[in-house]
Each structure stands twice: as structure tokens, then as C-alpha cells.
């Protein structure tokens, strides 16, 4: 995903050289304090309302900035109507896949190509206000990492998406440690060393705040207002929520054992190893002093497979830790992350 944003940081200079199809903005000359990111989907109908919406909400901010929309392989009209757009506002980059990779590779793409100092995130289809983005900025401000929206008065149905979010938003504070209202909001603003840092797979998008923990970050919460949806269809579904849980369990181990992945495959396999060691001496003294048939009972063959398992999992903890130290080496990824440096 960088290279290809590399690719297209190069293409944009090329054109920026050989003459762009629109005048440079003063903003433009200057770079960016704001990266605003937009992933887009089949929502070429809401393409003109969010223009204008931005375009009254961002200038009053006062402060140079981007708009970088992502078309995450759109089969609607959205991209001629991007086209259009870019061709009028100095402003605005564009990206488009070749097909629909998911939103979190969209927010990925945003994120390697933003310059801004602060990146923020927010869907395509309006439920998310422009306006609310002061809202962010101001606690940014006020010293914080990532500062994730609230949408306290949600406007969906209560028991197909507000329920099930907040039962969501339970698991995943718990499971995380990180405690937030709205985890599914993607009104959120982050310092752009947090996003440079995270390298996002699956659906980890919604995960940001939680993954970020691990460098340290100072994380907040404000509500942000939330409207209903006037154009196109939800993209969520059952087998979104399934692949959420499933990505919960990999945020879960990635901030607990993500350096150290031998802890808890040995502790599972000494734990095995020892009720199966158990059971095997118990069957044995029964075997020896009380003169009992046990080759037929089910328990020696749980002993066996409890024994067998724990050595499994000693196993692969050991070479879990190998893959984890070739990573780290390899890519010369770092194992902590420094704040500042007084010299």
C-alpha cells in the first residue's frame, strides 16, 4: 500500500510540474496541517452534498489543509463525479482501487498519502458532520492522541445496529482495555504519528484506538452529532460483525503477546501437558495397585491427548517466537516507541 502511495505522490508532482487542471490555492502552496480521509463506496449520490459540506466546514477552520477520498472500487457514478470535483477544488486528491479491497485497506491508502499533521476520518455517506471536526480538533489540541467521535443520539434502528453496537463496544473495551462509547464511529481525529505507525490488515480500522494503546497514546472522547442515511444502503451486515469479533481476538493477542507469543502458548501447553501428566499417573496407580483394566476407559485417551496438545503448543509458541523475532529484525520494526528525545 505505500508503494503504490508513492507511486501516486510522484504522479501528482509530475503534474503539479507539467501544469495542473486547476489553480493553486494559497492553502495548496503550503503544507497541510489537516488531512482529512474519506473511503467511498457506491455513494455517488452523496458525492455533491459532501462537497459542499466540506467546503464550508473545513475553510472556517482556518488552518491549510486536505481532502483525500478514497473510491474503494465504486461501481456507481461516484468516480465521475470525484473526477469533477478534483477538477474544481485545489484541495482534494483522489484515489481509486481497481476493486473493493474493504475500508480498511481505503483508510490505509488515505493514510499513506496524508502530509497533514492531523488525520481525520470520516464516512462518505453524511451520517458523519463536516462540523463536528472543529469539535475533534479542539480537543487535539488539548494534548491528545486520537480523539474517537461519540454518536450519542444515533440515528439507526435500535435493535438491528444500535444493540449489537453496543454490545460490540462492551466486548471490545473490555477485551482491549481501552474504553470507548463508539468504537464503529469514523469521526475520528489522530496526531499523525499514531497512523504512520499502524500497519492495517482486516478490519482493524475500527481497532485504531486500541492497537495505538500499545505506543502509549492518549486517547479521548467527544459526541458528535449523527444523521440518518438519506442515500444508498449500509455496507454492514452478519458476516461483517463475525470478521469484527475475529479481528477483536488478533487485536487482543497483538497487544498482550505480540513480542512475547512463547507466554501464552507455553502457559496453554504446560497447563495440557500438566492435567494430561495427571491423568496418566492417576490411570497408572490404578493400573498397578488396584489391578483395573484401563485401556478401554475414555480418560486415558484424554490423558494421551492433553499431553499431546501441550507439547503441541510448547512447540508452537517456540516457533511463534522465531517468525516474531525474524519480523522485528528483518524490518527493523522496533519494539517500543519514543515520545521525545532531550539532547
Not at 508513492?6 to 496541517?33: C, D, E, F, I, Y
Not at 488539548?142 to 435500535?158: E, F, N, T
Not at 486500541?210 to 472522547?221: C, D, F, R
Request: hydrophobic letters at 45%.
Amino acid at each position: 500500500m505505500s508503494e503504490f502511495a508513492s507511486r501516486l505522490v510522484r504522479n501528482l508532482m509530475n503534474r503539479q510540474a507539467h501544469g495542473a487542471t486547476h489553480p493553486v490555492s494559497l492553502n495548496s502552496q503550503r503544507a497541510p496541517k489537516l488531512s482529512v480521509v474519506i473511503p467511498l463506496y457506491n455513494e455517488g449520490d452523496s458525492v455533491a452534498s459532501l462537497q459542499q459540506q466540506l467546503s464550508a466546514a473545513l475553510p472556517a477552520l482556518a488552518l491549510p489543509y486536505e481532502i483525500i477520498v478514497v473510491d474503494d472500487g465504486s461501481r456507481d457514478a461516484s468516480w465521475e463525479k470525484l473526477r469533477a470535483w478534483h477538477e474544481s477544488d485545489p484541495h482534494l486528491k483522489v484515489i481509486r482501487f481497481r476493486r473493493n479491497f474493504g475500508q480498511t485497506a481505503a483508510f490505509a491508502a488515505g493514510f499513506d498519502l496524508a502530509r497533514g499533521d492531523v488525520v481525520v476520518t470520516l464516512d462518505a455517506d453524511l451520517q458523519n458532520d463536516p462540523a463536528d471536526i472543529a469539535l475533534l480538533l479542539d480537543k487535539i489540541n488539548q494534548g491528545y492522541d486520537v480523539v474517537s467521535g461519540w454518536r450519542v443520539k444515533r440515528q439507526d434502528p435500535y435493535f438491528s445496529r444500535r444493540l449489537p453496537s453496543q454490545i460490540a463496544n462492551g466486548v471490545i473495551s473490555r477485551v482491549t482495555g481501552v474504553y470507548l462509547h463508539d468504537y464503529g464511529c469514523s469521526l475520528k481525529a489522530y496526531r499523525r504519528e499514531v497512523v504512520k505507525g499502524i500497519r492495517l490488515y482486516g478490519e482493524l480500522h475500527r481497532f485504531i484506538p486500541a492497537v495505538a494503546s500499545w505506543m502509549g497514546v492518549s486517547v479521548a472522547e467527544v459526541p458528535v452529532h449523527h444523521r440518518a442515511r438519506r442515500y444508498g444502503k449500509s455496507k454492514y451486515g452478519i458476516s461483517r460483525t463475525l470478521r469484527v469479533l475475529l479481528d477483536l481476538v488478533a487485536v487482543r493477542f497483538l497487544l498482550s503477546y505480540s513480542t512475547r507469543p512463547l507466554q501464552i502458548f507455553g502457559l496453554l501447553g504446560f497447563g495440557a501437558f500438566g492435567i494430561g501428566t495427571v491423568l496418566g499417573l492417576y490411570l497408572s496407580v490404578i493400573k498397578i495397585f488396584g489391578g483395573q483394566n484401563i485401556g478401554d476407559r475414555p480418560l486415558l485417551m484424554l490423558a494421551i491427548l492433553l499431553v499431546m496438545v501441550g507439547v503441541q503448543l510448547v512447540m508452537m509458541g517456540l516457533l511463534a517466537e522465531l517468525i516474531v523475532r525474524t519480523y522485528h529484525e528483518t524490518q527493523d520494526k522496533p519494539i517500543y516507541v519514543v515520545r521525545e528525545v532531550l539532547e
